[in-house]
């Protein structure tokens, strides 16, 4: 087996819980679906979707103030679709797109022939989104909604599936438990459908954050290649100053891509200055990786503009989401039975998770009400901001 192939065996060594864990559940929804029939009965998605969506569509225009997209579709996908779609959710440019999309493809297809040949292709676009594939899909179990291009998806695999396995566990008398994780299955969608409403309302942080991630990749494509075309001798002086794992002369590849994941300034700089980075205008290096990478510390300072603006743009959606759920579903009892059936948790607990986005949010919300949303959209808060709303909403009044 070459090396390439090593490494394809070794991608889906890390997937390999989430690929068991997708089995189990497609096995275990088979045997609940037998039990249950005859019994008791779950709606299907599709048809609670069509019940709740122009409802939640008019709570989020009231709440937020802002007008949701007339033209937003909705889709259901299976997993397949959903880790095809997890590549469309990967922002690479133009000359990254089709190597991205066939990447995710073959995850999907569990097609390790078609890595080891896509790794060939184009090592340094492998090295770079080869961890998307890891980070998007091993979180498919646990994430219900997507929302991409005027398109909100609703993950079928799991919430057409979770209702019938939760209540299975449960366990006998069926029809006096349905009512609670029916009820429980009806506020997972309820929220689902607001989260990904919100979010297609997010027009312009939606733009300013997909530029930025695409930039981020960019930059990290340049240091992959930078790292690719070492010479064997910097590549062994460096991995060992580093500190990193030995590899043996015979697996090249696997020694360049160990260096890549160390320096990629993701990993490299989060990991020796902390999150602070993210509200850094300035940073340095070793000296002595410095000189076995001249281009390096550019790369670095480059790095730092586009990955502050991602950073601040998806914290802003998520908390904005996070903010306008708490508050439109405190008092809805589906979604009540949502978090203590499907979530193990109450509202309670729920309302008091720390989230910067989420605090940020409440924090302008209190001096500016309803016009928060508008503006956050508009002007977009930066990293600091995040960290000091007051700054924000300073910048505001000027």
């Not at 700089?269 to 550019?298: N, R």
């Amino acid at each position: 087996m070459g090396e390439f192939e090593e490494f394809a065996e070794a991608l889906f060594g890390q997937l390999s819980v989430e690929i068991n864990e997708e089995k189990e559940i497609a096995e275990l929804a088979i045997k609940a679906k037998e039990d249950l029939s005859g019994k008791v009965q779950f709606k299907d998605l599709e048809d609670i979707t069509k019940e709740v969506f122009p409802a939640y569509k008019e709570k989020i225009e009231e709440f937020l103030g802002i007008k949701v997209p007339d033209n937003i579709q909705v889709e259901f996908p299976e997993l397949d679709d959903l880790k095809k779609l997890k590549g469309d959710k990967v922002f690479a440019d133009k000359e990254s797109r089709e190597f991205v999309n066939e990447l995710f493809g073959a995850v999907a297809k569990e097609d390790l022939k078609k890595i080891a040949e896509l790794m060939q292709q184009n090592t340094a676009k492998y090295l770079v989104y080869s961890t998307y594939a890891i980070q998007y899909i091993s979180k498919i179990t646990t994430t219900y909604g997507d929302y991409l291009n005027s398109v909100i998806y609703l993950n079928k695999f799991i919430l057409s599936r979770y209702p019938q396995i939760i209540l299975h566990k449960q366990g006998e008398p069926y029809e006096s438990r349905f009512e609670n994780v029916n009820s429980g299955y009806l506020g997972a969608v309820k929220m689902t459908v607001l989260e990904e409403l919100i979010h297609s309302a997010q027009e312009n942080l939606q733009q300013v954050n997909m530029n930025a991630a695409m930039q981020v990749n960019k930059i990290n494509e340049e240091l992959a290649s930078i790292i690719l075309s070492l010479d064997t001798e910097t590549t062994n002086t460096l991995s060992e100053y580093c500190q990193l794992q030995a590899v043996p002369d015979d697996f090249p590849f696997a020694k360049k891509a160990n260096l890549f994941f160390f320096l990629n300034p993701d990993h490299f700089l989060i990991e020796q200055i902390g999150p602070d980075v993210m509200t850094f205008t300035h940073v340095e290096i070793d000296p002595k990786i410095g000189e076995a990478i001249p281009e390096l510390l550019d790369i670095y300072k480059r790095w730092l503009v586009p990955i502050q603006q991602h950073h601040a743009a998806f914290t802003a959606m998520e908390g904005m989401a996070g903010f306008a759920i708490e508050n439109i579903l405190k008092d809805d009892q589906d979604f009540q039975n949502y978090l203590t059936t499907f979530m193990g948790t109450d509202f309670s607990s729920y309302q008091v998770r720390k989230s910067m986005g989420k605090d940020f949010t409440k924090a302008v919300y209190e001096k500016l009400g309803k016009d928060t949303f508008k503006k956050m959209i508009g002007i977009p808060p930066n990293t600091r901001e995040l960290k000091d709303p007051q700054l924000y909403i300073n910048k505001l009044s000027q």
